[in-house]
């Protein structure tokens, strides 16, 4: 089992930043890909970013591509998410994602952990 904890999440205004942490636990973080999703209120649970086990390749959806960044620390078991240039559609839960087995980045059920969510709330 693997256990997922995020953290960073808050109110900020519209251009604001922040930054989502993933800590995990219970596996060799190396051997897991990680993603980040995100839900709205009353919407579908959405792709937000994915990356690899070593970190050197990564995913966005089109919507936050050039305002996000992924990344993790092997060494801390950490992923992160930095969020700039925020905007009040950001504003969901959003969630961090572990596989072991994972072949493409954006399709939510081939995670198998998740962590509780934290709330990103953008104010315009």
């Known amino acids: 089992q693997v256990q997922l904890v995020e953290s960073g999440g808050g109110l900020v205004q519209a251009g604001g930043s922040l930054r989502l942490s993933c800590a995990a636990s219970?596996?060799?973080?190396?051997?897991?890909?990680m993603g980040w999703f995100r839900q709205a209120p009353g919407k579908e649970r959405e792709f937000v970013s994915g990356?690899?086990?070593?970190?050197?390749?990564?995913y966005y959806a089109d919507s936050v591509k050039g305002r996000f960044t992924i990344s993790r620390d092997n060494a801390k078991n950490t992923m992160y998410l930095q969020m700039n240039s925020l905007k009040p559609e950001d504003t969901a839960i959003y969630y961090c994602?572990?596989?072991?087995?994972?072949?493409?980045?954006?399709?939510?059920?081939?995670?198998?952990?998740w962590g509780q969510g934290t709330q990103v709330t953008v104010s315009s």
């Open positions: 990356i690899v086990r070593t970190g050197t390749s990564s």
């Open positions: 994602a572990a596989g072991g087995e994972v072949y493409s980045v954006t399709y939510a059920r081939q995670y198998d952990f």
């Open positions: 219970g596996r060799t973080f190396s051997t897991l890909v």
